[in-house]
């Protein structure tokens, strides 16, 4: 078994979608970034190829590249799920946290769950995702962006 830690942040910005966890949320601002800026998924990616010790989203998506451009972050989890197979890695569980003041996240956190386990091809009943607030402190606090965190446990089944 291997455990990873993943973290992300971007800020909010106008002109944006609002995507996390896979999910369009109605907002009037989205998060500023190369792909649609997914925080929740870009930590759970960093969370799984740490614990598989194979770097991080920026290796393997580069924000360089333009074929990531505006690219839905799940399809990248697809990516990092199939990558996690081929090396002989199994997904156990995730458990992850969204840090946001606004908007409330509680009525889309299930179609999150759902979005991320089926990306990976996992039940969803090992796809944990949880709100918080930043209790109005620092930029996350102000409403200026949001942040995520995840952990994974992996498991070796081969190779």
Request: proline letters at 2%.
């Amino acid at each position: 078994m291997r455990i990873g830690i993943g973290f992300d942040i971007h800020p909010l910005v106008e002109g944006r979608k609002l995507v996390i966890g896979g999910v369009a949320i109605d907002f009037e601002r989205g998060l500023m970034g190369h792909s649609d800026a997914d925080v929740l998924v870009h930590a759970i990616i960093d969370t799984l190829l740490g614990a598989a010790a194979m770097g991080d989203i920026g290796k393997h998506f580069p924000d360089t590249d333009q074929q990531y451009k505006d690219m839905s972050s799940l399809i990248l989890l697809e990516r990092v799920g199939v990558l996690l197979s081929d090396n002989g890695f199994a997904v156990e569980n995730i458990d992850a946290t969204v840090i946001c003041e606004r908007p409330r996240l509680a009525d889309h956190i299930d179609d999150m769950c759902r979005n991320i386990a089926k990306a990976l091809g996992i039940e969803r009943e090992r796809v944990s995702v949880k709100a918080s607030t930043a209790n109005g402190l620092g930029d996350i606090g102000k409403g200026e962006g949001i942040a995520a965190m995840a952990t994974a446990l992996v498991r070796k089944v081969g190779k």
